[in-house]
């Protein structure tokens, strides 16, 4: 079973574990100290392990008229011919379960940093039958694990860098019908390429071959392997609206897919979809319930089943395949209580929060200046900046003297383009900064102007990605209510296009926080927390649009500041 305190669970400990969303920093001058300026470290706070009542068994008798197809699995850890279940759970490790048994999590691989997306490939030349698992680093680097079983793989191949340019990266099984899966790539701005494999572990794939543009209009786009019985990879995309089409192969590289057809609407139902074998689909719901529908062999699905107990998959940020733009760099947010602790309260991926930890002594952050961002460095795990007498400080690590001159900062992800967490400070004239990462966490490049008149805003929202495109977005809302998105551009020296107002009112919370991905889509949803301590809780369903508010918890009040 899951190791609580396995990977990067120790790691967060002794880094001083602090995360989340970005915005006004405390009036309030910190207290001198006669010493380093960072808190004491805490005692290690293990992630809590899932809780699962029974294995779950593979999904239900299929009911269409046509067998699955044949075609080689991808993700087959265990050599049983079974699709495996490869995934990034809410503690950011990455673990497999058999296909055929699940219930049993096996540590995948320990990694420095976070894996943004994981790719399985079926095998492509290893030295044994075992398949290769493709994983995607924040910063852009792009790794090939060969011959991986349920517990992981001794051999990790570079594939190259500069991968951060794509917000999905996908298989469809074999394009070209050459027997090897092939590699899908989009762009953030909706170009999709079409990358072959090679058949060589040193150089998995060959040149990139253009398939597209317009693929930005959806939401999830899913290699699925052989749907429809000609030993070719077919697709699945999703629109926004919540359209699924379906893209049959043509076996010609050049032109890899068909005119696409409708399989139906209602498929925005599902945070994730993604490949389950044998021409058939898994999807996911919010609560985190398993359901799986089988090929006709025309694209078109059988009615669903339920596979094994409901919310089974509730911790899993990410599957290996899955359609989503994943999301990184920010889970959950911190709240200091009246006393001066400070706490973090993670989301779980089914559109809740698991038990409050505690990530500071007791009355340890009392009249301290501090905020949260999304990471900075490559393990994905939100850094807490403290001001101290004008000093910057992240996670503990001196980034510089002067920041005095602002009065507000946030953090909101790779503003630049270039797969690293930048920063945004704003001076107390209202002019805007941004400050490019090194990707380490440890120091920022000299700063760019982003613009004036940013002292409207009581608030600025580390967010995350919130259209959908990959970019990180800024949220931020105006002393009379108004909250305004600006949607990244991924350019340092134009970081944002023009402003686009989601709403009034919200300046009915005394807190607002960006808490990261609460329900497994790939898209960073808001919370906000009103003066008699409701807790509120905003999906973001749409490019810029968020859902209804739904109430998740009370009795807040004991907490003086959410970040």
């Known amino acids: 079973m899951r190791s609580a305190s396995s990977g990067r669970g120790r790691r967060v400990a002794v880094c001083t574990a602090l995360a989340l969303s970005a915005g006004m920093l405390l009036a309030s001058p910190a207290s001198a100290r006669d010493s380093a300026p960072a ?12 809780s699962r009542s029974a294995a779950p068994a593979q999904g239900g008798a299929r009911a269409g008229a ?58 492509q030349g290893g030295a044994t039958t075992g398949p290769e698992v493709l994983v995607l680093s924040e910063d852009g680097m792009l790794t090939l694990y060969a011959d991986a079983t349920l517990t992981g793989s001794t051999v990790a191949r570079p594939v190259g860098g500069g991968w951060q340019v794509y917000n999905k990266v996908t298989s469809p ?34 040149a ?83 359901y799986r529908y089988t090929p006709r062999g025309d694209g078109t699905l059988n009615g669903r089943a339920q596979s094994g107990d409901t919310a089974y998959w509730s911790g899993t940020a990410q599957f290996a395949g899955a359609g989503n733009v994943p999301f990184t760099g920010r889970n959950g947010h911190f709240a200091r209580d009246e006393f001066g602790t400070l706490y973090l309260n993670r989301v779980d991926a089914a559109d809740d929060f698991v038990t409050p930890q505690q990530y500071s002594d007791l009355s340890g952050w009392k009249n301290r200046t501090w905020t949260a961002v999304s990471s900075l460095d490559a393990d994905g795990v ?123 009112g919200w300046n009915t919370y005394k807190h607002l926080a960006a808490t990261g991905d609460m329900n497994g889509d790939g898209k960073g949803d808001l919370i906000g927390v009103t003066a008699a301590g409701t807790v509120y809780r905003y999906l973001n369903t749409r490019p810029g649009v968020f859902s209804a508010r739904a109430e998740k918890r009370s009795g807040w009040t004991f907490y003086d500041r959410i970040s």
Request: glycine share 18%.
């Open 208 to 290: 990139r071959i253009p398939v597209g543009g317009g693929w930005g209009a959806y939401d999830q786009i899913v290699g699925l392997g052989d749907g429809d019985g000609d030993g070719k990879g077919d697709l699945y995309a999703r629109d926004t609206a919540g359209t699924l089409w379906w893209y049959a192969s043509t076996g010609d590289p050049a032109r890899p897919f068909a005119t696409r057809r409708s399989i139906g609407g209602g498929w925005n139902a599902y945070p994730q979809l993604f490949r389950a074998g044998g021409g058939a689909l898994w999807a996911r719901d919010t609560a985190g319930t398993l």
């Open 39 to 50: 808190p004491a470290l805490l005692k290690e706070a293990a992630f809590p392990a899932p």
């Open 382 to 504: 939100p850094d807490v900046l403290e001001l101290v007498e004008g000093t910057l400080y992240a996670d503990m690590a001196r980034i510089g003297s002067g920041w005095g001159v602002y009065d507000a900062l946030a953090g909101s992800g790779d503003l630049s383009g270039d797969g690293k967490g930048d920063l945004l400070a704003r001076d107390k004239s209202g002019v805007l900064y941004l400050y490019p990462g090194n990707g380490k966490g440890t120091s920022l490049g000299a700063r760019i102007r982003v613009g004036s008149g940013w002292g409207v805003y009581d608030k600025l929202v580390g967010a995350g990605d919130h259209t959908g495109d990959g970019r990180a977005d800024l949220l931020a809302r105006t002393t009379g209510g108004d909250l305004y998105l600006y949607a990244g551009t991924g350019s340092a020296t134009a970081p944002f296009k023009a402003r686009v107002r989601i709403g009034s």
């Open 173 to 206: 099984g074999d394009v070209n019908g050459d027997g090897r899966a092939d590699v899908l790539a989009r762009t953030k701005d909706g170009q999709l390429y079409l990358y072959l494999a090679t058949g060589t572990l040193e150089k998995p794939l060959g």
């Open 66 to 123: 046509l067998a699955e197809t044949s075609a080689a699995p991808l993700s087959d850890l265990d050599g049983d011919g079974v699709e495996d279940f490869l995934y990034r759970y809410v503690d950011t490790e990455l673990y497999a379960e058999s296909g055929a048994a699940p219930g049993v999590e096996n540590f995948f691989l320990d990694r420095e940093e976070i894996a943004k997306d994981l790719v399985a490939i079926g095998n």
